[in-house]
C-alpha cells in the first residue's frame, strides 16, 4: 500500500500564490508518474499536473504559465507550486500516484490519491 497526505492548502486573494505538498509512503517503486488533480463543487475531478520519475512534465491548459509542479524523489515528495491564482482554481486538490508493479508478463498498474487540500481563491 501507498500513502499520500497533503498539506498547503487555504483560503488565499486572486492574483496570490500557495504551494501545494504531498508525501509518499509506502511500497513505492521506482519509475513512478506523480501529479495533482482537482475537483471544484459540482464537477468532476480533473488533472492539473503530473511529472514522471524522470522529471517530465504536463499540465492542463488552464495552469500552464501559473502553476509549477516538481518532485523530490529522494524525499518522496511532490510539490505544486501555485501563482496568479484564480477564483476558478477553488477546488479540492488531491495528490496522486501511480506505479506499475509485478513482472513484465503480468505487469498491474495502481493508482493511489491523497485525502485533498481545499483551495479557496477569493475575488
Known amino acids: 500500500q501507498v500513502q499520500l497526505v497533503e498539506s498547503g492548502g487555504g483560503l488565499v486573494q486572486a492574483g496570490g500564490s500557495l504551494r501545494l505538498s504531498c508525501a509518499a509512503s509506502?511500497?513505492?517503486?521506482?519509475?513512478?508518474?506523480m501529479g495533482w488533480y482537482r475537483q471544484a463543487p459540482g464537477k468532476q475531478r480533473e488533472l492539473v499536473a503530473t511529472?514522471?520519475?524522470?522529471?517530465?512534465?504536463s499540465y492542463a491548459d488552464s495552469v500552464k504559465g501559473r502553476f509549477t509542479i516538481s518532485r523530490d524523489n529522494a524525499k518522496r515528495t511532490v510539490d505544486l507550486q501555485m501563482n496568479s491564482l484564480k477564483p476558478e482554481d477553488t477546488a479540492v486538490y488531491y495528490c496522486n500516484l501511480q506505479q506499475s508493479v509485478g513482472p513484465v508478463e503480468r505487469v498491474m498498474r495502481q493508482t493511489y490519491w491523497g485525502q485533498g487540500t481545499p483551495v479557496t481563491v477569493s475575488s
Open positions: 509506502g511500497r513505492i517503486v521506482r519509475g513512478n508518474d
Open positions: 511529472i514522471s520519475s524522470t522529471g517530465i512534465t
